[in-house]
């Protein structure tokens, strides 16, 4: 069973969430502790990349090289500022050195050819010329070795192959969209080379997947995966099997779609979930929708999400070693809680809960309830959600599809001019990638018809304190909350109980615009 599912009931305490935007540091909000050996810097860099006017024109080495400088020169400038704050580790992200849409043929010139760090040791900076077509390992190894971190970078890398190789392409040779870690005297340690590619034609996919843990003296060993790596089972899960690996870097090129996968959003849910740090550096291409980075801990997320400032953004914070995970607390709050203890009640069954709660009305358990609104189906992250409207200041309501029921119990302080919904879907994604999923979410719709239900939205007015809970068939959930001005909110609690899984919060900080359980079934896949 995962780390996502072994405790039954999970409690998030002193929590603390800080926020990058345009004119505040990343770290504003949270209080100051003393550094100590337990703990160490991290920064991530959300890099607006200088782009090819033409990626699928041919160029040369020369000029592929001029462009890729110019991105490796803003990455030398961000080595060197979070090296004054402290920073024991810096990741950069995913098509940040040589940019996207390039064909086969055309990405050629920008590939640094790539040796086995695992067969050859090698640094780079001091030995330039061991290899031809290394300049850009060279100069991050030279970075590395001035910072005085360790440095993770994405880049493209070639491998020559021969005819007898029953994989090996037409052209004879591999190209990978890989990841490269140096340490802090500028070696070459290793390498990851991306498993799950996202519509990317101008790379191979291993024909092995690397599962890739590098060991650090400041915090251990950290994963390594790319981008739509996160949604799979391997690497990203595979690694995390491993209990030793308490940390994943993670390079991004995220294009965020609401209301349930802004690069953000995901980021957090999957650091909750497995009880890890995730260092994510996403690129900053507004226009696209391309943005959201940050140090996402259990308990706290520094991050940086942006679609006006058309600069980058450097994120430093002091995270733990160990990171503190989720406390459990079983139903400990249920006897002091009378809102939580209205949840138990209604997961033993209790038919007569309505009696200890004026505010909430619950008629009977959720096997026997029956929703006074009616359901309707509408698109949302083009899949075919079932949902019911949620009505009123308080109330219990749920909807069901393929087996899945989900569950809200809610009250709110006041109703405010929107539409909300409860949605479920259980079943195969087949947009943009093809995966199966069971989701659990209470969205805020574009607008007062049903039909606005599941559009993009960042706006929103609704409070509410509520528990959101279904009877998932998959241990692998990760809990998505998200406010008005692209907020990241932490749960209050969430884990198992009763064979249901739930997630708690009050006390938002805005309107909320998604709270969802987002449920990955692999071996559906």
């Given amino acids: 069973m995962s780390r996502a599912g072994r405790q039954l009931a999970l409690l998030l305490c002193s929590c603390c969430v800080a926020v990058a935007v345009p004119g505040r540091l990343a770290e504003e909000g949270c209080p100051a502790e ?56 810096i990741v950069f992200p995913e098509d940040g050195i040589h940019g996207f849409n390039f064909t086969r043929t055309s990405i050629y010139p920008f590939l640094d050819f790539m040796p086995s760090p695992r067969s050859v040791r090698w640094n780079p900076c001091l030995e330039p010329h061991r290899f031809n077509d290394t300049e850009v390992l060279q100069r991050l190894s030279c970075m590395a070795m001035k910072g005085e971190m360790f440095l993770v970078a994405n880049l493209g890398t070639k491998q020559p192959c021969h005819s007898s190789d029953p994989g090996c392409p037409s052209d004879g040779r591999y190209q990978f969209n890989t990841n490269v870690v140096f340490s802090s005297n500028g070696t070459l340690v290793d390498r990851y080379r991306k498993h799950n590619l996202y519509f ?44 030793e690996v308490k ?33 994510a550096a996403n690129i900053h291409h ?11 801990t259990p308990l706290k997320s520094f991050w940086h999400h942006s679609m006006d400032s058309p600069e980058g953004r450097l994120i430093t914070a002091e995270v733990a070693r160990n990171p503190p995970g989720l406390v459990s607390a079983g139903n400990a709050t249920g006897k002091t809680d009378p809102f939580h203890r209205k949840f138990l009640q209604l997961l033993a069954g209790d038919p007569y809960s309505e009696k200890d709660a004026q505010d909430v009305h619950c008629d009977a358990a959720p096997k026997s309830t029956t929703n ?79 039909d606005t239900c599941g559009q993009e939205i960042t706006e929103a007015m609704g409070m509410f304190e509520f ?19 692209m907020m990241l909110e932490t749960p209050d609690q969430l884990g198992w109980e009763s064979d249901q899984y739930f997630l708690k919060k009050r006390g938002l900080s805005s309107g909320l615009v998604t709270a969802a359980l987002y449920g990955r079934l692999y071996e559906r896949d």
């Fill in 372 to 450: 006074a609104s009616p359901t309707f189906n509408s698109e949302m992250m083009y899949d075919n959600f079932t949902l019911v409207p949620v009505w009123g200041r308080d109330g219990h309501v749920h909807v069901c599809a393929h087996g899945l029921c989900c569950h809200l119990l809610y009250r709110r302080p006041s109703v405010s001019p929107e539409l909300y919904a409860l949605g479920v879907f259980d079943g195969l994604h087949t947009v943009h990638g093809t995966y199966y999923v069971q989701v659990c979410a209470l969205v805020k719709c574009g607008g007062l018809g049903f």
């Fill in 34 to 89: 003393p550094h100590q050996a337990s703990r160490y810097v991290a920064a991530v860099y959300e890099h607006r990349s200088f782009l090819s006017p033409d990626p699928l024109a041919l160029t040369s080495r020369e000029q592929a090289l001029e462009l890729m400088h110019r991105n490796l020169d803003v990455y030398e400038q961000q080595v060197t500022t979070a090296a004054r704050k402290g920073a024991q580790i």
């Fill in 200 to 243: 990317e034609a101008a790379f191979d996919t291993p024909l092995e997947v690397d599962h890739t843990v590098f060991d650090t003296p400041f915090a251990g060993k950290f994963g390594v995966f790319t981008c739509f790596d996160i949604l799979f089972f391997d690497p990203a899960v595979r690694l995390l099997q491993d209990s």
């Fill in 247 to 279: 940390h994943v870097v993670y390079p991004t090129a995220w294009m965020n779609q609401l209301p349930l996968l802004a690069a953000i959003q995901i980021q957090s849910g999957f650091a909750i979930a497995f009880g890890i740090n995730l260092l």
């Fill in 286 to 296: 507004p226009s696209l929708g391309m943005t959201g980075s940050g140090i996402h």
């Fill in 467 to 485: 528990h959101l809970w279904g009877n998932f068939s998959t241990s692998y959930i990760f809990p998505m909350l998200l406010t008005s001005g």
